[in-house]
């Protein structure tokens, strides 16, 4: 984080300096403390619940996109460990009681690998189809198999239907068709990226890298050897085709992930995004106190590294002890109470109104709500109940900067200290 030079030099200038500075300047220490202490506010802002309640389309399509993807691994690993080849009838089955066991299938053989290593490593992609023919099909895996710096890819899934697993998984079984022997099957995966960054329009295609860098291109020609021949003659770029091509049947997975964001209900996404909300919050609960107590906080911290601005002048020296209220005012009350209790929420409207004719800027935090019924309701309520003012959910790093360890209290200013004071019941 950056604090502006001016900003800071105002309230310290007479001290440590004689001129304005324009620059601007690491303060890390300073601004984490500073921070916390000019506007705690900051750190339980609503902006989360906002987003989930508004997901924007950018947001949602990387969510379908990422939802999708999760399926990969842990399904691919877990179906083919199900499959079952029946040799008397020359077909796979799904063995539904077969033992399955984490990251021991051969899914863990589909994961990606990048096409594009470091200079001077060779690698060929094999850009492919489903829909091409059987024998051009096997003929490509057969190529892959047999080597080590060849693999394959598709540009999306073998039918709109299908999920990430069920398309890897046709692929393993066209391979044990052609090859039942073969533990492990020739690596192919998905990535539309590969077709699109190399303009590959048809199938099959040969690309040669030579680290991030294209040597050669070549349609219809499944023969290794005879790709790296022109290249040692000297023939690099893009050779042409050379045999039979075929159109690309899967659909750019890209589309189908707008296809089926197209399907989706924003305003049941909403919903369900805001249902989830107060399932998924956590809330920073503090015990009752059970005596009314007030103590002093010393804020004051020791500078890690030397604090210097760009001409040269010292604001601070390492091991310097700096204490933030002596530069920034803390002109807030903190107001921090358990809002599922009746009675502290009257405290605390109590609280704000006298912070208000304090002319100092109330911030209203909660420890826990009911929200057994219908959470939003409830924080509705409250907030109509204290008007003119955001609650927000206290969290961790105020409480603990503050030093608030109960509930209902009260922080505020005093002299070079904040004062925490807790209230007993009998005294609210």
Not at 123 to 147: C, H, N
Not at 193 to 219: E, M, Q, S
Not at 330 to 338: E, L, P, W, Y
Not at 347 to 371: F, N
Request: glycine share 6%; net charge negative; hydrophobic share 40%.
């Amino acid at each position: 984080m950056r604090l502006s030079a001016p900003a800071f030099c105002a309230a310290i200038a007479a001290a440590l300096l004689s001129q304005s500075l324009a620059a601007e300047f690491q303060l890390d220490e300073f601004e984490a403390s500073k921070e916390v202490i000019q506007n705690p506010e900051r750190y339980i802002s609503p902006e989360m619940a906002a987003r989930l309640q508004a997901p924007g389309e950018d947001e949602q399509l990387q969510e379908v996109a990422k939802s999708i993807a999760e399926e990969t691994n842990k399904r691919i690993d877990e179906e083919l460990q199900r499959l079952k080849f029946d040799e008397q009838d020359w077909v796979f089955e799904r063995d539904a009681e077969a033992k399955v066991e984490p990251g021991k299938g051969l899914g863990k053989n589909k994961q990606p690998q990048s096409a594009l290593g470091q200079p001077g490593e060779i690698r060929y992609v094999v850009y492919l189809s489903l829909g091409m023919p059987d024998r051009e099909f096997t003929q490509a895996m057969t190529a892959i198999k047999s080597r080590d710096d060849a693999f394959g890819v598709i540009i999306g899934l073998a039918e709109k239907g299908h999920s990430i697993p069920d398309t890897m998984k046709l692929i393993y079984k066209r391979w044990n068709s052609h090859d039942p022997e073969s533990e492990v099957p020739p690596l192919i995966y998905m990535d539309p990226n590969l077709f699109d960054d190399y303009a590959v329009r048809d199938v099959p295609t040969i690309i040669r890298f030579d680290g991030k860098t294209p040597t050669v291109k070549v349609r219809g020609m499944l023969n290794f050897d005879w790709v790296e021949d022109q290249f040692e003659a000297g023939r690099t770029g893009n050779l042409g085709q050379q045999g039979p091509v075929y159109e690309i049947a899967e659909e750019h997975f890209m589309e189908t992930v707008k296809r089926r964001m197209a399907k989706l209900n924003p305003d049941k996404m909403k919903q369900q995004a805001m249902d989830r909300f107060w399932s998924n919050q956590n809330f920073t609960l503090l015990p009752d106190a059970q005596e009314t107590a007030s103590f002093k906080v010393d804020l004051t911290f020791t500078v890690q590294r030397d604090i210097q601005t760009p001409n040269g002048t010292y604001l601070a020296r390492k091991g310097q002890k700096v204490n933030p209220l002596d530069i920034m005012p803390f002109q807030r009350i903190g107001i921090v109470f358990d809002a599922s209790e009746p009675a502290q929420v009257a405290w605390a409207q109590k609280e704000v109104i006298r912070a208000q004719k304090k002319q100092t800027i109330p911030i209203v935090m909660i420890t826990d709500l009911d929200i057994s019924e219908d959470g939003w309701e409830a924080f509705r309520t409250l907030n109509n109940s204290i008007p003119g003012v955001a609650v927000k959910m206290a969290n961790a790093p105020i409480l603990e900067r503050f030093q608030v360890e109960k509930v209902p209290s009260r922080f505020e200013q005093d002299g070079k200290f904040i004062r925490v004071t807790e209230f007993a019941e009998e005294d609210y």
